[in-house]
């Protein structure tokens, strides 16, 4: 039982224009969310995370959108780079234990 | 060298043999983790220590040990492993804050294992 879900395995999106990852989940317990960023042959990299007590929270060009009632979580990247093209996780905090529980990923290409 | 190191980077190894990968931090964290990475799979979190004492062990097969002897140093100890196992295994460190939970992880690079 996979709780958090990442459906889109891949995503094109053309440099300048808006991408937009999206990642669902389960457990209404979960506390805290995560994003990460992961280039082939290396780990993946932290790149914005957002507490279940908010709705948004933004870093530069990524913004990551929270609605609880639907347990649903994007990540919006603005404007997009080629860069920018990379595999996306998303993760969520078990509460008070050591657990992230994470998708499988989504695959973004930017085309310049 | 900073953040989360790990070696080797590559490993090919026969079923009957021992290895060992090694993982190292330099953030000052106070947690330290395993995870394996199969193609189209979640990442499967396999052991946590946090100050040194597993906290965590989540149905890993005894092929697998881990061992930590200090707080920037984890180790995960391979033998007689199945060609199944073939995998990136990652480390990661993070901060952990007794009541508030474990806050990011920050990854090392991986070693990606092919067991023939």
């Known amino acids: 039982d996979q709780q958090v879900k990442q459906n889109s395995p891949s995503l094109s999106v053309q440099e300048g224009r808006i991408s937009i990852l999206n990642c669902d989940y389960t457990?209404?317990?979960?506390?805290?969310f995560l994003w990460y960023k992961k280039y082939p042959a290396e780990g993946p990299t932290f790149l914005i995370s957002i507490s279940s007590i908010k709705d948004k929270n933004e870093d530069g060009r990524f913004t990551v959108f929270l609605n609880k009632s639907a347990k649903h979580l994007s990540l919006h990247i603005v404007p997009s780079q080629p860069g920018d093209s990379a595999v996306y996780f998303c993760a969520a905090s078990v509460p008070g234990t050591y657990k992230y529980i994470f998708g499988t990923g989504t695959r973004l290409k930017v085309l310049a | 060298e900073t953040g989360v190191t790990q070696t080797p980077r590559h490993l090919v190894m026969g079923m009957t043999n021992k290895k060992s990968l090694k993982c190292e931090q330099h953030l000052g964290h106070n947690a330290m983790y395993w995870y394996k990475q199969s193609a189209k799979k979640p990442l499967e979190l396999m052991f946590v220590?946090?100050?040194?004492?597993?906290?965590e062990n989540n149905s890993v097969p005894s092929r697998f040990s881990p061992e930590c002897p200090n707080s920037s140093h984890l180790f995960l100890h391979l033998h007689t492993l199945q060609p199944e196992d073939s995998a990136l295994y990652l480390c990661?460190?993070?901060?952990?804050?007794?009541?508030?939970?474990?806050?990011?992880?920050?990854f090392g690079p991986g070693t990606r294992l092919t067991v023939t």
């Open positions: 457990n209404s317990m979960f506390d805290y």
């Open positions: 990661a460190s993070s901060q952990y804050a007794v009541g508030q939970g474990a806050y990011e992880q920050y």
């Open positions: 220590y946090s100050l040194e004492e597993r906290v």
